[in-house]
């Protein structure tokens, strides 16, 4: 009999709170309420044996790629994610150890590193240190070769036996029982099959790094100077002839143990000069060269009218005062100068082919910043930007105010009359978007026929204070699945305080510890709202 160690179930609960349950799904309240009930919910994780545990199956949806195709993304059930975050984290030192060193600067991505506040990851990325060590070695390449390669649906293909011989080998010799536990949760998760992590949750990056971590092993039988981040590789050689012999290997080593393959779109050998053109860039180094760009014709016209008005006998050091203004634009203009910079490169990233990399890098400082500029672009090219449509939909919960809102209500309302409505993965994002008071005042069907799932609709019921809506569901709570249920009972926050409590308390009481803990919940949020 196996169970989960108390001290990494509650590490698990401080990661799901603090970072959500996945990159592709919007925050979820259940996590607050299993938090509110914790000593209950965690006597019954504790109590699971993991032996005979089947997980529940995941919520899939399809997410739109910038190359027209989609991808699958899941959706964990909260108990689950618990218990998933768990396992993986007992892993993770192995697994770390088990990798290339982080001062080879070879393994670049993620770094696994966890904290007490719920991190798995070092604080960046590793993003930067791909980029510097890709110059380093085209430069000491410069007439040669790189092999740059991608795998392709790498989640998705992942064979979840080797997942386990890789603990096991990780481990060695002290991870068997975690190995099988872990092959075994990603079998039920699967259905029964043997192929597939989940995407977007963070323990699953864990367990591909785990997976490159061997393929980066087997690189290294042919050379030092390459450099990786998630399953983007580039090798460098001094001839082609040695790139072409080694992807030949490298491409039979993948499939022969685990059963994976290159894409054939994004695989290639490029001369060095063609790899610089096309592969070394920086988006912050892109925003700051474009901002300073901003910045230096702000400055040249402060120059050029200081010069209009100056006479032949003052001491003007061009270079010194030039230096001075600009100085002074940066730091007294720095927002105007973000706002008009990241509407040109907006502007620039949306023509064809779109550079969603560049956008997706623009939205998250846009929103930071709070930089409204944007909005007017967004929602006119809202549908060819549906493959960043997180990133959108944060960007505009972030910065929509009245006005905004008001200016473009026929941009919102053509939103959602659209066809991509039909598509469950953006219906549940633009959902989301709804749920933004700012949002009352654009005209939305009383009936919430834009709305696919329930689970939206009880949520977006409950923003509204729709009572109606709410009560309609006292009879036929029963019947929903569990991700609608728990939405529709979490909307009775709307109901006056002793009619939401008889109800929930009666639903609760034959549902399972999730819906035990909503009940829980909301009945200490209307007490404390009470106060």
């Not at 592709?24 to 006597?43: C, D, G, L, M, T």
């Not at 002839?241 to 992807?247: K, N, P, R, S, T």
Request: proline content about 4%; overall charge neutral; glycine content about 4%.
């Amino acid at each position: 009999m196996v169970k989960l160690k108390e001290n990494y179930l509650e590490w698990a609960l401080k990661h799901l709170k603090k970072y959500s349950h996945s990159d592709f799904y919007p925050r979820i309240f259940e996590f607050a309420a299993i938090s509110h009930n914790w000593q209950k919910v965690k006597e019954f994780i504790m109590s699971i044996d993991l032996d005979n545990y089947h997980p529940k199956s995941p919520i899939i949806n399809l997410a739109p790629k910038s190359n027209g195709i989609f991808r699958v993304a899941h959706q964990l059930d909260p108990i689950d994610s618990i218990i998933y975050t768990a396992l993986v984290r007992e892993l993770c030192e192995p697994i770390e150890s088990y990798r290339i060193p982080e001062p080879k600067k070879i393994a670049c991505s993620y770094r696994i590193k966890p904290d007490v506040g719920g991190s798995f990851f070092a604080s960046e990325t590793g993003w930067d240190v791909f980029m510097s060590r890709s110059d380093e070695l085209a430069k000491k390449y410069k007439s040669g070769y790189v092999i740059v390669a991608d795998i392709t649906d790498f989640y998705n293909q992942i064979y979840t036996h080797r997942i386990g011989n890789l603990i096991e080998e990780a481990g060695k010799g002290t991870l068997d029982k975690q190995a099988k536990i872990m092959e075994d949760f990603l079998f039920g998760l699967n259905k029964e099959t043997s192929r597939g992590i989940p995407v977007g949750p963070a323990p699953s990056i864990i367990l591909a790094e785990l997976i490159m971590a061997d393929i980066d092993n087997k690189i290294l039988t042919y050379t030092n100077d390459f450099v990786r981040y998630v399953d983007d590789i580039r090798i460098f050689f001094a001839n082609r002839e040695d790139a072409v012999f080694v992807l030949h290997e490298l491409t039979q080593h993948l499939y022969s143990y685990h059963r994976l393959v290159f894409s054939g779109e994004k695989t290639n050998v490029h001369p060095m000069k063609i790899f610089r053109k096309e592969f070394l860039r920086n988006e912050e180094q892109e925003e700051t060269a474009a901002m300073m760009a901003r910045a230096d014709e702000i400055a040249s016209a402060r120059i050029d009218e200081l010069l209009h008005y100056a006479t032949p006998y003052d001491i003007f050091d061009y270079d010194e005062e030039y230096e001075k203004v600009l100085a002074e634009v940066v730091n007294d203009e720095k927002i105007q100068l973000l706002s008009d910079t990241y509407n040109e490169l907006f502007e620039k990233s949306i023509s064809d082919p779109i550079d969603f990399i560049l956008i997706r890098h623009i939205l998250r400082k846009a929103k930071k910043y709070r930089i409204r500029k944007l909005v007017p672009l967004v929602l006119g090219n809202f549908e060819r930007l549906l493959p960043a449509i997180r990133e959108v939909v944060i960007y505009l919960n972030a910065v929509i105010d009245d006005e905004i809102v008001s200016l473009h209500k026929k941009k919102f309302n053509t939103i959602l009359s659209s066809y991509y409505m039909k598509m469950p993965f953006v219906n549940l994002w633009i959902s989301y978007l709804l749920r933004n008071q700012r949002l009352s005042i654009a005209s939305l069907p009383l009936n919430y026929e834009n709305i696919l799932s329930i689970r939206g609709k009880a949520l977006l019921a409950l923003k509204r204070q729709d009572t109606t809506w709410v009560r309609g569901f006292r009879d036929s709570i029963d019947v929903l699945g569990p991700w609608d249920r728990r939405a529709v009972l979490y909307s009775s926050l709307a109901l006056p305080s002793d009619e939401m409590t008889h109800w929930i308390t009666a639903t609760a009481s034959s549902g399972d510890i999730v819906d035990k803990s909503i009940s829980s919940y909301l009945v200490s949020k209307k007490k404390s709202h009470k106060k």
